[in-house]
């Protein structure tokens, strides 16, 4: 069973920028598609980014230009950079597969408001 620990989460002022990891156990990371999701109070989880095993990468449309997603597969890590923080941007962040498995960790909050 693969267990993914995300991490960065915290408060940030608009217009301010954090930046979430992931660990995930297991030997399979390497192989794997990963995802950044979110979700906000009252919303439907969503995915905010993916990137492929070979370093493909794509965002949800309303955040390209703002986010990155990269990866390090030899620390079994994906991180999430996040610039120009909005309000909107308020959400328990995930990471996880893409797409998902059934397992998702604790989330780390992000909470963008001055």
């Known amino acids: 069973q693969v267990h993914l620990v995300e991490s960065g989460g915290g408060l940030v002022q608009p217009g301010g920028s954090l930046t979430l990891s992931c660990i995930a156990s297991?030997?399979?990371?390497?192989?794997?598609?990963m995802g950044w999701y979110r979700q906000a109070p009252g919303k439907q989880r969503e995915l905010v980014a993916v990137?492929?095993?070979?370093?493909?990468?794509n965002y949800a449309d309303s955040l390209k230009g703002r986010f990155t997603i990269s990866r390090d597969n030899a620390k079994n890590t994906v991180y999430l950079q996040m610039n120009s923080l909005k309000p909107e941007d308020t959400a328990v962040y995930y990471c996880?597969?893409?797409?998902?498995?059934?397992?998702w960790g604790q989330g780390t909050q992000v909470t963008v408001s001055s």
């Open positions: 990137i492929t095993s070979g370093g493909r990468i």
């Open positions: 996880n597969f893409s797409p998902p498995f059934d397992s």
């Open positions: 297991g030997s399979i990371f390497s192989i794997y598609t």
